[in-house]
């Protein structure tokens, strides 16, 4: 009990801090409070991006575009949701739009299956469960790897994810069914090559 | 990993999201942010010089003509006679009909300066 209250404490003092930084940020033009924002937020937009496009440079690329708008739609942020969805939702309309304008899905993902190994170095203290999940999440088209991210990685409510994604509540749980059916397939049959060894 | 995979260890899996370390993202980022900001408060700058340099103009012609008159004395005369800036300019300009006067030369100089300017990046 004691320790939810203080990760409840802790949660609410960082959200406080990201509000001020917000202001900061969005009254001030202040550089150094969006990027003191962009600290906090950039770990997950980025690891998002490469579960989406499956290559390290273009999510890179993607990311920066991402920040880079956000600095300057700054003034259009309401508050009304949490500042990483609104992150998130500039963040999967850029990787849908480039996409659309490069017309290479196929080829990303061609791309996605030929670039394999995950880059461990680029990532925080990752176990050896994670890269097999990582690796796993390859295999999955973009909008099943963005519910499943969104919903179970980084706590979104369906409700949400679906604002996020610009899709049906409806449409978000079923790929999220369909995304996890698939990580357990691709998850078990990897533990039953390690095991046949 | 369990052969079977339950959907509670695939979910525990899920809920521990993996972050990428910064290695100068943010750096590199703010950079791109502040690149086009310094552009722009250049260009502002330069506006409203070029604005306020108007205003002057069309406030004062002749007090202009004047200012440029003893600009252009003082601008000669840090140059030595023989190199002759007059001479040049009629030597340019032979059947041009042009008055080269003194405010005419330092115009031209301007301008040259002004277009030199401009080459370089704002």
């Known amino acids: 009990m004691a320790r939810r209250r203080l990760e409840i404490d802790l949660f609410s003092k960082l959200l406080n801090k990201e509000r001020s930084l917000i202001q900061r940020a969005r009254a001030l033009h202040d550089r150094e409070a969006y990027g003191t ?13 490469i579960r989406l496009c499956h290559r390290y440079d273009l999510a890179d690329d993607l990311a920066q575009e991402t920040f880079i708008s956000a600095f300057k739609k700054l003034d259009t942020f309401k508050g009304s949701g949490s500042f990483s969805g609104w992150l ?10 480039r996409m659309k304008d490069e017309k290479r899905r196929e080829e990303v993902t061609i791309s996605y299956v030929l670039e394999n190994a995950v880059k461990t170095e680029l990532y925080e203290g990752m176990s050896a469960d994670q890269i097999d999940l990582e690796n796993a999440m390859r295999s999955l088209k973009p909008e099943l790897s963005a519910a499943i991210s969104l919903c179970h990685s980084y706590g979104y409510s369906h409700r949400e994810a679906a604002d996020i994604l610009n899709t049906p509540v409806g449409t978000v ?4 069914l369909r995304g996890k059916g698939q990580l357990r397939t691709l998850l078990n049959a990897k533990t039953r090559v390690v095991g046949s060894k | 990993m369990n052969s079977d995979l339950e959907d509670k260890t695939l979910n525990a899996l899920l809920a521990q999201p993996t972050q990428v370390s910064d290695r100068g ?4 980022t703010l950079k791109l942010i502040e690149k086009p900001a310094a552009r722009k408060a250049k260009i502002f700058s330069a506006a409203g010089i070029a604005w306020l340099a108007l205003a002057f103009v069309l406030a004062s012609p002749a007090e202009l003509n004047l200012q440029i008159q003893k600009f252009g004395d003082i601008f000669l005369s840090l140059f030595p006679k023989s190199l002759g800036l007059v001479e040049l300019a009629q030597s340019s300009f032979p059947s041009s009909g042009v008055d080269f006067t003194l405010p005419t030369i330092v115009l031209f100089i301007s301008v040259v300066l002004l277009w ?3 080459m370089t990046r704002i």
């Open chain 1, 173 to 176: 749980k079923t790929h999220i």
């Open chain 1, 88 to 97: 998130f939702q500039i963040a999967y309309n850029k990787f849908l739009q």
């Open chain 1, 37 to 49: 924002l962009m600290q906090l937020h950039q770990g997950k937009v980025r690891a998002f991006l």
């Open chain 2, 25 to 28: 993202f943010c750096r590199d």
């Open chain 2, 116 to 118: 030199l300017s401009s």
